[in-house]
């Protein structure tokens, strides 16, 4: 009787082994299944992070390739434009030497010309604007570079009922860099303003030199709907931008853009803004004697 009491006591030991290292292999394949399953959430959060991250830079890709279309063809229609309109200056002003000089012929002719010289005008700095890739570094006269940009937004200030006010410095210090960028900056902030004001209100430009004439400032402000303080923070942030560009109309991608455009000439840039108050960007690049 002892004897076999001790056979099944040595038989339900090794029996308790063999459960105790299957349940210790069964513990570990659950674990290493855990470890692949959070693996595998892993490495699926990442392919959808850099899928939606590949669709943002397809889109700015497509973006772009469109912008640069664009630019090529309004380049080349400008370029068409230009040299009929300079024949047409050319003969109206043959034609004025040679019509009577009676005060109302003057009168028309002056006129027409006025007109044709203003088409030139904004046709000149729309082909500098989109010829921006060709251009060569150069200094610039904010003050100008602000008033032939504003050729191409006049028209959307007075639609919107937007009162414009400008304060430029008397000679302000130039600045060394690339015309058409800063134009596309400076076009940029406008239409930023007018898509914060669409019931009208102020604008407001401001030059200036600081720090003893080695920086050039410039301010534009608007009374529009502000930028909160959530979108305040991430205003640079690109992929951010993207998804906001969406849901609030007038930010969109041109801040990160003017950024770099302005990071690139050395400059830095500044916002202000509250929501219901308005918003001011102020920059500022290094002046050149």
Known sequence: ???????????????????????????????????????????????????????????????????????????????ELNDPLKRLLHLLDDAKRKCDNSPEHVRIFKAILECAEQMSSALNNFTSFVGQA???????????????????????????????????????????????????????????????????????????SIDDNNNVRIEFSDTGEGIEGRNLINIFDPSYNAKESQAQEGLGLFLPIAYNIIKEHNGKVFVESKPNQGTKFTILFPAVG
């Open 134 to 208: 060709k251009e060569k570094v150069t200094k610039i006269d904010f003050n100008d570079l602000i008033e032939s940009t504003l050729s191409f937004s006049k028209n959307q200030f007075v639609r919107n009922n937007i009162e414009l006010n400008k304060q430029y410095a008397a000679n302000l210090p130039k600045i060394i860099g690339y015309k058409g960028q800063l134009q596309h900056v400076v076009l940029n902030i406008f239409s930023h303003a007018c898509a914060a004001m669409p019931k009208g209100g102020k604008f407001s430009i401001i030059t200036d």
């Open 1 to 79: 009787m002892e004897k076999y009491r001790l056979h099944l006591e040595e038989m339900v030991y090794e029996r308790t082994r063999e459960l105790q290292a299957t349940n210790l292999k069964l513990h570990a394949e659950i674990q290493e299944k855990k470890q692949a399953e959070e693996d595998l959430n892993s490495a699926y959060e990442h392919l959808k992070k850099s899928n939606i991250e590949l669709k943002e830079f397809q889109s700015k890709l497509v973006q772009a390739g469109k912008i640069s279309a664009l630019g090529q063809l309004s380049s080349s229609v400008a370029y």
